[in-house]
């Protein structure tokens, strides 16, 4: 199955929530990379993990990675509308390359006004 | 800083003729280039890896021959669809690594192309 894998698949909530996405991973990685994708548009990055870490943070998002469950978490706290976008994992370490990324499905977040 | 520009935005084309799309890194110099593909509602796949000066290394299952992939400089990659179908219809990003010294576990991505073939 899929290097990475995010669930839920679809997540809505109303603004002000919190939003939780989960990755999952089956290889050994250096970094987890989050992403956002707004529709038809490129792909923004959010955050980089390393592999030794195993939490972080960014205004409102925190990301936390768990290496011995091969899975990593994006919260992003007091959502927006403008939040609303496709958020995508991606891993790099696979195979001994550093660069190539192997991305998730993604989780597409609808945020209600 | 670290921008990465793609053109055309949107392309239509007939089946059977060839596309051509660019990749520029506008304020960075960058020896490896990446594209993807995708699909609507679906991820990122990743095509082939471009290297500066250098033949581009191909995905399992990717066809080299009708994507063709020039990297001519260290600000340019192009990605060109020979004969077209319309199967070959997709959104097409590209992505571009700085030289090391800059932050080289960071891809930085282009706005994509979005390729329709009638």
């Given at each position: 199955?899929?290097?990475?894998?995010?669930?839920?698949?679809?997540?809505?909530?109303?603004?002000?929530?919190?939003?939780?996405?989960?990755?999952?991973?089956?290889?050994?990685?250096?970094?987890?990379?989050?992403?956002?994708?707004?529709?038809?548009?490129?792909?923004?990055?959010?955050?980089?993990?390393?592999?030794?870490?195993?939490?972080?943070?960014?205004?409102?998002?925190?990301?936390?990675?768990?290496?011995?469950?091969?899975?990593?978490?994006?919260?992003?706290?007091?959502?927006?509308?403008?939040?609303?976008?496709?958020?995508?994992?991606?891993?790099?370490?696979?195979?001994?390359?550093?660069?190539?990324?192997?991305?998730?499905?993604?989780?597409?977040?609808?945020?209600?006004? | 800083?670290?921008?990465?520009?793609?053109?055309?935005?949107?392309?239509?084309?007939?089946?059977?003729?060839?596309?051509?799309?660019?990749?520029?890194?506008?304020?960075f110099?960058a020896?490896?280039?990446?594209?993807?593909?995708?699909?609507?509602?679906?991820?990122?796949?990743?095509?082939?890896?471009?290297?500066?000066?250098?033949?581009?290394?191909?995905?399992?299952?990717?066809?080299?021959?009708?994507?063709?992939?020039?990297?001519?400089?260290?600000?340019?990659?192009?990605?060109?669809?020979?004969?077209?179908?319309?199967?070959?219809?997709?959104?097409?990003?590209?992505?571009?690594i700085p030289l090391?010294?800059l932050?080289?576990?960071?891809?930085?991505?282009?706005?994509?192309?979005?390729?329709?073939?009638?």
């Amino acid at each position: 199955s899929q290097q990475g894998e995010e669930d839920p698949q679809a997540l809505s909530i109303q603004e002000g929530e919190n939003a939780t996405m989960n990755c999952s991973y089956k290889t050994s990685i250096n970094n987890l990379q989050w992403y956002r994708q707004n529709s038809g548009r490129g792909l923004v990055h959010l955050i980089l993990i390393r592999s030794n870490e195993r939490e972080k943070h960014s205004g409102r998002l925190r990301v936390t990675l768990d290496t011995s469950k091969k899975s990593s978490s994006l919260l992003i706290t007091a959502s927006r509308a403008a939040d609303t976008a496709s958020y995508f994992c991606a891993t790099d370490g696979s195979g001994g390359s550093n660069y190539k990324l192997t991305f998730g499905k993604g989780t597409l977040l609808t945020v209600n006004p | 800083g670290a921008v990465v520009s793609q053109h055309p935005s949107r392309v239509i084309c007939k089946s059977g003729t060839s596309v051509k799309i660019e990749c520029r890194s506008l304020d960075f110099q960058a020896t490896t280039m990446f594209w993807y593909r995708q699909f609507p509602k679906k991820s990122l796949m990743l095509m082939a890896t471009s290297n500066e000066g250098s033949k581009a290394t191909y995905e399992q299952g990717v066809e080299k021959d009708k994507f063709l992939i020039n990297h001519a400089s260290l600000t340019l990659s192009t990605l060109t669809v020979t004969s077209a179908h319309p199967e070959d219809s997709s959104f097409y990003i590209c992505s571009a690594i700085p030289l090391p010294g800059l932050a080289a576990y960071e891809q930085y991505f282009g706005p994509g192309t979005r390729l329709t073939v009638t």
